[in-house]
C-alpha cells in the first residue's frame, strides 16, 4: 500500500454489507467516485485488503486526502472496535479503527453509524435543523438530527429497531415486531412471495407495483403502514420540522414514500400533526455524502455526529 500521503481532498467511505462506495471531493476538481463489492467468504482480512486496494487505486487516479469519513452499519464501541454486525459476523471484535489508522496514516479519521450520517447530509441538504430520517434497504437504518446536531450523543439512533408490532416476525436482532423486520426490503420481498405463491424478485415487485398486483400492493403497504408509524411515533416524541425516507430499497419503487406520507398524515392526530414525509434528495447515496460531511467537518470545524476517532 502507498506510503502516508497529506492532500486537499476529503474522502468519504460507506461500508455496506456487500458493497463500498468511495467519494473524494476537492475545490476545483472533479469529484471521484467508486463502488466495489467485497470478496466473498465475508472474511475480514480479505475484506480490508480489498478495500486498501481501492485506496491505492484512489490515490493513483485522484490523489491523496487529507481527512476521511467513513459511515459504518455495524455496532461499535467507544474504542472503535466492531460489537456486531449481523451483515459480516466475521468482522465482531475487529479494531475498526486500528485497521483505519493503517489504512490511512496520518491523515484525520473518523467512522460513525451511517443511519446518523445519512440524516446529517440530507439534513443539510433540506435546509432544516431537526429531521427524522428512516432508510429503506436491506435493513433500516436511520438518524435523527436536532438543532444541526446528531442525537442521541452516546449512540446511534436504532430507528429500524422501533418495535411496531409485538407479535411480528423475528428480526435477526432476535427480537420480534422491530421496523426492521416488516418493512426492509428483504421483509417486504418474503411478504410479497408469501402472497404470490413463489419467489419474487425485486423487479419482480415492482413490475407487480406498476401492474396493480394484488400480492406486490399488499406487501408494499404493509411496509408503508410500518414506516407511517415509526414517523408518527417520531413526530410524537421530537416533532420534528421533516421526515425523510430513503436507502436503495425505497429510492427503487417510486411509489413507496407517497404512500408512506400519505399514511403518516391519515394518522396524525388534533393538534399534533405528524411530520410531512419527502423522498431522500440524495436517494440510496445518503449515508455516502454524510460520510464525505464528517470528513469535512473533521478538516475544518468538530463533526456533530458521534464519532470514534482514529488520527
Known amino acids: 500500500m502507498s506510503g502516508p500521503q497529506r492532500g486537499d481532498g476529503v474522502l468519504g467511505v460507506d461500508v455496506g454489507g456487500t458493497k463500498v462506495a468511495l467519494r473524494a471531493e476537492a475545490a476545483g476538481r472533479p469529484a471521484y467516485e467508486r463502488t466495489f463489492r467485497w470478496p466473498r467468504g465475508a472474511d475480514p482480512a480479505a475484506d480490508l485488503a480489498a478495500l486498501a486496494a481501492e485506496v491505492d487505486r484512489l490515490r493513483d487516479a485522484w490523489g491523496p486526502v487529507g481527512a476521511v469519513g467513513v459511515a459504518m452499519p455495524a455496532t461499535t464501541d467507544p474504542a472503535g472496535t466492531v460489537t456486531t454486525w449481523p451483515g459480516r459476523p466475521g468482522w465482531a471484535g475487529l479494531d475498526l479503527a486500528g485497521a483505519l489508522r493503517r489504512l ?10 451511517d443511519g446518523d450520517l445519512a440524516a446529517l447530509a440530507e439534513a443539510r441538504h433540506a435546509g432544516h435543523d431537526d429531521v427524522v430520517y428512516l432508510g429503506v434497504g436491506t435493513g433500516i437504518g436511520g438518524g435523527v438530527v436536532l438543532a444541526g446536531r446528531s442525537v442521541p450523543g452516546r449512540s446511534s439512533a436504532e430507528i429500524g429497531h422501533m418495535v411496531v408490532a409485538l407479535d411480528g416476525e423475528r428480526c435477526d436482532c432476535g427480537r420480534r415486531g422491530c421496523l426492521q423486520s416488516v418493512a426492509s426490503g428483504p421483509a417486504t420481498l418474503r411478504r410479497a412471495a408469501a402472497g404470490r405463491g413463489g419467489e419474487v424478485s425485486f423487479d419482480d415487485l415492482r413490475a407487480g407495483l406498476d401492474e396493480r398486483r ?9 411496509s408503508c403502514r410500518a414506516l407511517a408509524a415509526a414517523v408518527v411515533s417520531l413526530g410524537e416524541l421530537l416533532d420534528p420540522a421533516l421526515a425523510i ?67
Open 245 to 311: 425516507v430513503g436507502g436503495g430499497f425505497a429510492a427503487g419503487l417510486p411509489g413507496l414514500v407517497p404512500l408512506v406520507a400519505e399514511q403518516a398524515r391519515s394518522a396524525g392526530r388534533p393538534g399534533r400533526p405528524a411530520p410531512p414525509v419527502r423522498a431522500a434528495a440524495l436517494g440510496a447515496l445518503s449515508s455516502l455524502h454524510g460520510a464525505v460531511e464528517l470528513a469535512r467537518d473533521l478538516a475544518g470545524t468538530p463533526a456533530p455526529v458521534r464519532s470514534v476517532p482514529t488520527a
Open 214 to 222: 394484488p400480492w406486490a400492493v399488499a406487501a408494499v403497504d404493509a
Open 104 to 113: 490511512f496514516p496520518q491523515v484525520a479519521t473518523a467512522v460513525a453509524d
